[in-house]
């Protein structure tokens, strides 16, 4: 069992920031953290991840938040953060935070829903223009 808990979502103006938090608790072990977000209308789609068990931290993020949003971790407080900088209202969706629980996963699955089997609820970000 593993529980995700996200936090720190709300209403920001373009060119603003924000941080997610999602603290992650349960006996079944959790290798790896992702973000998802799901925009109105759209489908759910991968935002970026970050292993938990090793010492170098392998990231990968998709392509319209590189170089704005920065995942890091918290092994000691069980939590991945998502620093959001620089939105724009594309950016409005809800964020999901997600647990692969599986110790190895196929390289390129990492994007895809299917590689991670906890989920938390889901936070909005609402970016106004």
């Known amino acids: 069992q593993v529980e995700l808990i996200e936090s720190g979502g709300g209403l920001v103006q373009a060119g603003g920031s924000l941080r997610l938090s999602c603290v992650h608790s349960?006996?079944?072990?959790?290798?790896?953290m992702a973000w998802f977000r799901r925009a109105p209308g759209k489908e759910r789609e991968f935002v970026a991840r970050?292993?938990?068990?090793?010492?170098?931290?392998?990231?990968f993020y998709a392509d319209p938040v590189k170089g704005r949003f920065t995942i890091s971790r918290d092994n000691a407080k069980n939590t991945v953060y998502l620093q959001m900088n620089s939105l724009s209202p594309e950016d409005t969706a809800v964020y999901y935070c997600?647990?692969?629980?599986?110790?190895?996963?196929?390289?390129?699955?990492?994007?895809?829903?299917?590689?991670?089997?906890?989920w938390g609820q889901g936070i909005q970000v609402t970016v106004s223009s």
């Open positions: 349960g006996r079944t072990s959790r290798y790896a």
């Open positions: 970050i292993t938990l068990r090793w010492n170098a931290d392998t990231i």
């Open positions: 997600a647990a692969q629980v599986t110790p190895t996963i196929p390289y390129n699955s990492y994007p895809t829903t299917s590689s991670y089997t906890a």
